[in-house]
């Protein structure tokens, strides 16, 4: 796998929750735009989401065992509280963009700090689902592939 997008807690309700924040985009509609995108430009895309931050720290280990060249990841409330975290993505050493659909600068105080954002190469934010669509461009272009022309 080339590329991992690791999505953390409450992310499975995209699409119903809070849908004036987050839109209408589902999940589901995100991991399969990621991995078709990333597949026309000869990547790999692998998906995971989980409410769990046990669970993503495992994840992000076993990333680092099967070779993930990047990872995006939008690590929900975990970014603000998390310093496990933190520790794995230092610890696995893989590059990663840290992604987030809503403007955190523009919510409430305690969003506007990350514990993981002097780790990452770049940092998302309020770009709406579209946001995941840059990162990968991004990424793409990191990992040398080639990504066709948007669309218009």
Do not use: K, W
């Amino acid at each position: 796998m080339d590329v991992l997008v690791v999505n953390g807690p409450n992310l499975n309700a995209l699409g119903s929750r809070e849908p004036e924040i987050y839109g209408s985009t589902t999940l589901a509609d995100i991991e399969a735009a990621l991995t078709a995108q990333g597949a026309a430009a000869g990547l790999d895309v692998g998906v995971f989401q989980s409410n769990h931050e046990g669970a993503l720290i495992d994840r992000l280990y076993q990333a680092r065992e099967e070779g993930v060249r990047y990872i995006v990841i939008n690590p929900g409330g975990l970014t603000h509280t998390s310093v496990a975290l933190r520790d794995a993505l230092a610890g696995v050493a893989i590059p990663f963009v840290e992604l987030h659909i809503s403007n955190v600068h523009a919510r409430e105080d305690f969003r506007r700090r990350s514990l993981l954002s002097d780790l990452a190469v770049g940092v998302m934010a309020g770009f709406g689902a579209h946001g995941y669509t840059m990162a990968m461009d991004f990424v793409c272009r990191q990992l040398g592939a080639v990504t066709p022309p948007a669309r218009r």
